[in-house]
């Protein structure tokens, strides 16, 4: 298995693709990005790949960027088989290091993880078995402490927030607050979004977000606003779905409880599948994970071998989706008088 190629671009200065404001990418001397987000230019109203050549790579992109509270630290997750890559990086003194793989979970499993609101550590899934050796375990819930140094030990968080069955965590509120996808007994669907809260200092049972949120449909990868207004998550099946996998936010309503998923429209929605939400730490920008772009015309092209080559290696290939990003102001506006 080929290894992380923009770790090697990166140290040793080949060429990598870089995108300007309202340009395709451009192919420039490589550099360790510098600035906010990955030195990225902030999108507008429309989609765009989201560092092309260092996060959007020739690689099925299987998750968002998670950026830390303070934005100096990202994960990301690159769906390998049989290789999973969890690709870390830190912004040291304004420029950002190379990525690397993030090894704490040795061999097994894991998706990117949901930092705490104060930054001191984060929540990650993971099939690594309670012992730490054997056989993967299902899917549950890890916690690390995150040190200047690096990352403390790995914890296994208990019952009841991990159960016998796999345990998805995919967002933290500021209270503490976890929102989960699960099929635990008692939900409306097949997958529901599900809420942990934290009282004093432990988390609770996971209960069911409840209907409209929760439909008969799939509702998924619940990220929940720092505030806990909205939540935006994906789902399929639905008479508005305008692809495979479409985009969803739902507003909290006046007595508190959850309003039912609205489709977030073909600004953000395509033909291809549309998942893994995540904000921003400033609320500023939504990240998701698209199919649109992909080119498949290669048969039809009549292209060399070198462009189809070059092609091959980059994002938009067609093998895989990637990462898009887009101002949260979409989100806003689907929101109901």
């Known amino acids: 298995m080929r290894q992380f190629l923009i770790a090697l671009l990166v140290v040793t200065g080949i060429l990598i693709l870089i995108r300007g404001c309202d340009s395709p990418p451009v192919v420039v001397e490589a550099s360790r990005p510098v600035g906010s987000y990955l030195g990225d230019n902030p999108p507008a109203m429309e989609p765009r790949l989201f560092a092309p050549g260092l996060i959007s790579t020739s690689l099925h992109d299987d998750g968002p960027p998670k950026f830390s509270p303070d934005g100096t630290e990202v994960f990301f997750r690159k769906w390998a088989v049989p ?43 993971s099939r690594r078995p309670r012992s ?14 995150r040190k200047v140094a690096g990352w403390g030990p790995l914890t296994y968080l208990d019952e009841p927030v991990n159960t016998e069955g ?3 965590i995919w967002s933290v509120a500021s209270d503490g ?47 929940v606003s720092s505030d806990e207004s909205f939540i935006v998550f994906c789902s399929y099946g639905r008479d508005d779905c305008l692809g495979s996998i479409d985009l969803y936010v739902s507003f909290r309503d006046a007595e508190g ?22 904000l921003s ?11 649109r772009g992909a080119d498949r015309s290669y048969v039809q ?16 290939n067609g093998m895989g989706d990637d990462v898009y990003w887009v101002s949260a102001q979409v989100i806003e506006n689907v929101r109901p008088d």
């Open 281 to 291: 730490p400033d609320g500023k920008y939504l990240f998701f994970v698209s199919g």
């Open 301 to 316: 092209s009549g292209r060399s071998y070198d462009e189809l080559m070059a092609l091959n290696r980059g994002p938009g």
């Open 83 to 125: 290789h999973d890559i969890i690709g870390h990086m830190r912004q040291v003194s304004g420029t950002w290091t190379a990525p690397a793989q993030f090894a704490v979970f040795g061999r097994y499993l894991v998706g990117a993880p949901c930092f705490k609101p104060d930054g001191s550590g984060a929540y990650f899934l």
């Open 177 to 223: 607050t976890m929102y989960l996808q699960g099929d635990y007994e008692g939900g409306v669907g097949g997958y529901d979004i599900w809420i942990s809260e934290l009282v004093d200092g432990v988390h609770q049972a996971a209960v069911n977000a409840g209907s409209p949120l929760n439909t008969e449909h799939v509702e998924s990868a619940p990220f």
């Open 166 to 168: 796999d345990d998805y």
């Open 257 to 278: 409880g959850w309003g039912p998923g609205i489709n977030l429209g073909p600004t953000v929605n395509s033909e291809q599948s549309d998942k893994f939400p995540a």
């Open 132 to 145: 730490g050796e054997g056989d993967p375990d299902d899917y549950n819930i890890w916690y690390a402490d």
